[in-house]
């Protein structure tokens, strides 16, 4: 299933094909598959070279441990995420390796790093879904999370579907509502904050 964005301007078709899915269909997700879902994360720029991320991940391969990220969500987010092909938890460190003082950009460069791996999920034909609705503390707790660490957000990732019986109606909706944005001179600012470009 797809939900290609109502573009403006041309932009480049991985942007276009990346969205946000709540009905997957039953493929899991290999290993291998997240591994290269990773490297793409781990070429994303990043303050300093810092590379402030890490990712938690479990695969529907292993049943007990997708059980136990699935557990660390929001229940409304589990509802869809628990037929997800794999989870995610993305965590960033808050303050620089090289010297120890707090960086203002690691959420920043952690988005950077996701966004990396959105689109090479896109290009094997998935989608990763992100989740603000985690709980930190149940994070925090079950993997060992170290000081300095943040839990940023969970990601669902899969094989998007348009099968979608075994949803709630209102997800049903979620999954065929189509995309939408603010246009670009709401955000795209000259001369003065607020003062549009075009
Ligand atoms: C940091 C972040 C947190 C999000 N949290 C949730 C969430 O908890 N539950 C959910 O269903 N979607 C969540 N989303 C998905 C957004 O709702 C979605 O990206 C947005 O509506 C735009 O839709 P699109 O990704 O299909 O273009 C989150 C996205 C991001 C980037």
Redesign the pocket.
């Known amino acids: 299933m797809e ?1 290609p964005a109502d573009t403006a301007f041309s932009v480049h078709e991985l942007i276009r094909r ?3 899915p ?1 009905g997957f269909d039953a493929r899991t997700v290999s290993t291998q598959t997240l591994l290269t879902l990773l490297e793409a994360a781990r070429w994303a720029p990043s303050s300093f070279n810092d590379q402030p991320w890490a990712f938690l991940v479990a695969t529907k391969e292993n049943e007990a441990e997708f059980r136990r990220m699935l557990d660390c969500l ?1 229940p ?2 589990q509802l869809w995420a628990q037929h997800a092909g794999a989870l995610l938890i993305s965590l960033a460190r808050l303050h620089f390796a090289h010297n120890g003082q707090p960086n203002r950009h690691a959420m920043h460069d952690v988005g950077l790093a996701t966004e990396n791996l959105a689109l090479q999920a896109v290009a094997l034909g998935l989608q990763a ?5 985690i709980d930190v503390e149940k994070i925090r707790s079950s993997y060992h999370v170290p000081e300095g660490w943040e839990p940023v ?1 969970a990601i669902a990732v899969g094989y998007p579907s348009a099968e979608l019986a075994h949803l709630p109606e209102k997800l049903q909706q979620r999954q065929m509502r189509s ?1 939408s944005r603010r246009a670009l001179s709401e955000f795209v600012f000259t001369g003065r904050f607020g003062e549009s470009l075009r």
Do not use: C, D, E, P
């Not at 879904?129 to 609705?133: I, K, L, Q």
């Open positions: 939900k990346r969205w946000s709540v929001t409304g987010n879904h992100a989740m603000a609705g957000a995309r």
